[in-house]
């Protein structure tokens, strides 16, 4: 949805745009191609291999910074036209087994964003309880085999030690998973469950978009491309909480807060890319503008 997210933006050339997710930097670059040269933009990206890349951008409108998109909240009020966040794993993480996203290639089991930081999934399951990882695998995969998942990952630790690939995973989850979805691989909700904890997805998620009524200017856009329904189901939520008016009930009679947003739609991906891009057969944007002066 690269053309679709740009266009959302309803771009100023002279304004200042953030590229919350830079990844290989497809966005940036049109985003880029709209600007003036009194135009900014700034990205943000955990992954070191997305910095590399964003150095070859040799470009004085633009700026990147190797953090999660949480940091927004360290820009200055009202000093974005717009904020995109394009969420989730991207088509280069999983397609590098070394990366360990995903369970069609052998890799270490990381799973890290930024592998300079934080513990690796191995290193997490090393030590979990099974308590700890049946709750990951149901809140943040939605596995109604969770509980099964997490005593089979807990067996082969106490029979082989602890996993440290992703093929030592995957053959585990399809063990103890008793049927599956058509076309699915069983795993999959687990690697899911997994990638987003080990990177707290959702917690940066909420702090971003929190950050962004503070970072965005009046009728500035928020677009935001989700894969996934927890992470779809935090947006539109956000969206709607601060789109309408909010009354205090202990002063009745005060005039009631105006709502900071106003919901701009939902957009789903055409026949035709999900047809050259399957991957982009779940996503889901959803666009906002600010509607009151920033605080």
């Given at each position: 949805?690269l053309n679709?997210?740009?266009?959302?933006?309803?771009?100023?050339?002279?304004?200042?745009?953030?590229?919350?997710?830079?990844?290989?930097?497809?966005?940036?670059?049109?985003l880029?191609?709209?600007?003036?040269?009194?135009?900014?933009?700034?990205?943000?990206?955990?992954?070191?291999?997305?910095?590399?890349?964003?150095?070859?951008?040799?470009?004085?409108?633009?700026?990147?910074?190797?953090?999660?998109?949480?940091?927004?909240?360290?820009?200055?009020?009202?000093?974005?036209?717009?904020?995109?966040?394009?969420?989730?794993?991207s088509?280069?993480?999983?397609?590098?087994?070394?990366?360990?996203?995903s369970?069609?290639?052998?890799?270490?089991?990381?799973?890290?964003?930024?592998?300079?930081?934080?513990?690796?999934?191995?290193?997490?399951?090393?030590?979990?309880?099974?308590?700890?990882?049946t709750?990951?695998?149901?809140?943040?995969?939605?596995?109604?085999?969770?509980?099964?998942?997490?005593?089979?990952?807990?067996?082969?630790?106490?029979?082989?030690?602890?996993?440290?690939?992703?093929?030592?995973?995957?053959?585990v989850?399809?063990?103890?998973?008793?049927?599956?979805?058509?076309?699915?691989?069983?795993?999959?909700?687990?690697?899911?469950?997994?990638?987003i904890?080990?990177?707290?997805?959702?917690?940066?998620?909420?702090?971003?978009?929190?950050?962004?009524?503070?970072?965005?200017?009046?009728?500035?856009?928020?677009?935001?491309?989700?894969?996934?329904?927890?992470?779809?189901?935090?947006?539109?939520?956000?969206?709607?909480?601060?789109?309408?008016?909010?009354?205090?009930?202990?002063?009745?009679?005060?005039?009631?807060?105006?709502?900071?947003?106003?919901?701009?739609?939902?957009?789903?991906?055409?026949?035709?890319?999900?047809?050259?891009?399957p991957?982009?057969?779940?996503?889901?944007?959803?666009?906002?503008?600010?509607?009151?002066?920033?605080?």
């Amino acid at each position: 949805m690269l053309n679709e997210a740009v266009e959302a933006l309803q771009i100023n050339p002279d304004g200042h745009y953030i590229d919350a997710t830079f990844g290989r930097g497809g966005h940036s670059r049109l985003l880029l191609s709209k600007l003036s040269a009194a135009g900014r933009l700034t990205a943000f990206d955990k992954d070191l291999e997305a910095i590399a890349e964003a150095s070859s951008l040799n470009d004085p409108r633009f700026v990147i910074r190797h953090e999660g998109f949480s940091h927004l909240s360290e820009l200055p009020a009202g000093s974005a036209a717009g904020i995109l966040l394009d969420l989730g794993v991207s088509s280069p993480q999983i397609d590098n087994a070394a990366r360990g996203f995903s369970f069609r290639g052998n890799g270490p089991l990381d799973m890290r964003m930024d592998t300079t930081r934080g513990q690796s999934v191995a290193q997490w399951l090393a030590d979990a309880s099974i308590e700890s990882i049946t709750e990951v695998i149901r809140d943040y995969g939605e596995e109604r085999f969770a509980g099964q998942i997490a005593k089979a990952i807990d067996r082969r630790r106490q029979e082989r030690g602890v996993l440290g690939t992703t093929a030592e995973l995957a053959e585990v989850v399809a063990g103890a998973v008793k049927t599956r979805e058509p076309g699915k691989d069983p795993a999959t909700r687990t690697f899911q469950a997994f990638r987003i904890f080990i990177n707290a997805e959702l917690e940066e998620l909420q702090q971003a978009l929190k950050a962004s009524l503070k970072v965005l200017q009046p009728e500035g856009r928020l677009v935001v491309i989700s894969f996934h329904s927890l992470e779809d189901r935090i947006v539109k939520q956000f969206i709607a909480e601060h789109s309408r008016e909010v009354f205090d009930r202990r002063a009745p009679f005060a005039a009631p807060k105006a709502m900071r947003l106003e919901a701009l739609g939902r957009i789903k991906p055409s026949d035709a890319e999900v047809q050259g891009n399957p991957r982009s057969r779940s996503a889901v944007m959803r666009v906002a503008v600010r509607t009151e002066v920033a605080a």
